[in-house]
Protein backbone atom coordinates (compact mmCIF):
# COMPACT_ATOMS: atom_id res chain seq x y z
CA UNK A 1 0.00 0.00 0.00
CA UNK A 2 1.11 3.42 -0.97
CA UNK A 3 -0.14 6.44 0.72
CA UNK A 4 0.39 10.14 -1.26
CA UNK A 5 -0.77 12.92 0.66
CA UNK A 6 -0.91 17.00 0.11
CA UNK A 7 0.01 17.16 -3.57
CA UNK A 8 -0.67 20.32 -5.25
CA UNK A 9 1.63 22.07 -8.02
CA UNK A 10 3.38 24.61 -5.47
CA UNK A 11 6.73 25.78 -6.45
CA UNK A 12 9.93 26.24 -4.36
CA UNK A 13 8.10 29.80 -2.95
CA UNK A 14 4.75 27.64 -2.06
CA UNK A 15 3.09 29.55 -4.85
CA UNK A 16 1.19 27.53 -7.66
CA UNK A 17 3.20 27.47 -11.09
CA UNK A 18 -0.22 28.28 -12.81
CA UNK A 19 -2.13 30.36 -10.99
CA UNK A 20 -5.89 30.44 -11.79
CA UNK A 21 -5.69 27.41 -14.33
CA UNK A 22 -6.89 24.53 -11.57
CA UNK A 23 -7.04 21.92 -14.18
CA UNK A 24 -3.23 22.59 -14.62
CA UNK A 25 -3.01 22.45 -11.05
CA UNK A 26 -4.36 19.24 -11.18
CA UNK A 27 -2.62 17.58 -14.17
CA UNK A 28 0.72 18.74 -11.93
CA UNK A 29 -0.43 17.15 -8.65
CA UNK A 30 -1.01 13.96 -10.40
CA UNK A 31 1.95 14.23 -12.17
CA UNK A 32 3.89 14.24 -8.64
CA UNK A 33 1.87 11.73 -7.75
CA UNK A 34 2.81 9.41 -10.51
CA UNK A 35 6.34 10.11 -9.47
CA UNK A 36 5.91 9.38 -6.18
CA UNK A 37 3.66 6.20 -6.54
CA UNK A 38 7.08 4.94 -9.16
CA UNK A 39 9.28 5.56 -7.00
CA UNK A 40 7.77 3.09 -4.63
CA UNK A 41 6.98 0.52 -6.75
CA UNK A 42 3.55 1.66 -7.63
CA UNK A 43 1.74 2.91 -10.72
CA UNK A 44 -1.60 4.81 -10.98
CA UNK A 45 -3.37 1.64 -12.38
CA UNK A 46 -2.58 0.77 -8.66
CA UNK A 47 -4.79 3.63 -7.69
CA UNK A 48 -8.05 2.72 -5.52
CA UNK A 49 -8.99 6.47 -3.96
CA UNK A 50 -8.29 10.15 -4.30
CA UNK A 51 -9.27 12.82 -2.80
CA UNK A 52 -9.23 16.50 -3.91
CA UNK A 53 -9.58 19.82 -2.17
CA UNK A 54 -11.00 22.61 -4.19
CA UNK A 55 -11.14 26.39 -3.28
CA UNK A 56 -13.86 26.84 -6.18
CA UNK A 57 -16.73 25.07 -7.25
CA UNK A 58 -16.30 26.80 -10.74
CA UNK A 59 -13.08 24.75 -10.92
CA UNK A 60 -15.16 21.27 -10.65
CA UNK A 61 -15.23 20.01 -14.67
CA UNK A 62 -11.60 21.19 -15.03
CA UNK A 63 -10.46 19.19 -12.29
CA UNK A 64 -12.61 16.15 -12.72
CA UNK A 65 -11.87 15.93 -16.50
CA UNK A 66 -8.45 15.46 -15.52
CA UNK A 67 -9.18 12.81 -12.83
CA UNK A 68 -11.42 11.06 -15.64
CA UNK A 69 -8.79 11.04 -18.10
CA UNK A 70 -5.71 9.20 -16.01
CA UNK A 71 -8.32 6.83 -13.92
CA UNK A 72 -10.73 5.86 -17.09
CA UNK A 73 -10.25 2.50 -17.07
CA UNK A 74 -9.02 2.08 -12.99
CA UNK A 75 -12.31 3.68 -11.80
CA UNK A 76 -10.54 4.10 -8.13
CA UNK A 77 -13.21 5.48 -5.30
CA UNK A 78 -13.33 9.40 -5.17
CA UNK A 79 -13.99 12.23 -2.97
CA UNK A 80 -13.96 15.54 -3.91
CA UNK A 81 -14.27 18.33 -1.30
CA UNK A 82 -14.91 21.88 -1.50
CA UNK A 83 -12.51 23.73 1.37
CA UNK A 84 -12.05 27.87 2.77
CA UNK A 85 -8.34 27.78 0.71
CA UNK A 86 -5.33 25.92 0.73
CA UNK A 87 -2.25 26.74 2.11
CA UNK A 88 -1.14 29.30 -0.69
CA UNK A 89 -4.34 32.03 -1.98
CA UNK A 90 -3.21 31.26 -5.51
CA UNK A 91 -3.03 27.13 -5.12
CA UNK A 92 -6.78 26.37 -6.45
CA UNK A 93 -6.53 22.18 -6.18
CA UNK A 94 -4.19 19.98 -3.51
CA UNK A 95 -4.71 16.05 -4.39
CA UNK A 96 -4.52 12.74 -2.28
CA UNK A 97 -4.36 9.26 -3.83
CA UNK A 98 -3.67 5.56 -1.82
CA UNK A 99 -2.75 3.11 -4.10
CA UNK A 100 -3.14 -0.76 -3.24
CA UNK A 101 -2.12 -4.37 -5.16
CA UNK A 102 -3.44 -7.47 -3.61
Wanted: proline share 4%.
Amino acid sequence: MCEVSGTTDAGPDGASLNPGDAGAQARAAFGTIAAALDQAGFTLDDVVRTRMYLVDAADIDAVLAVHGGLFRDVRPAATLVLVAGLIHPSLRVEVEATARRA
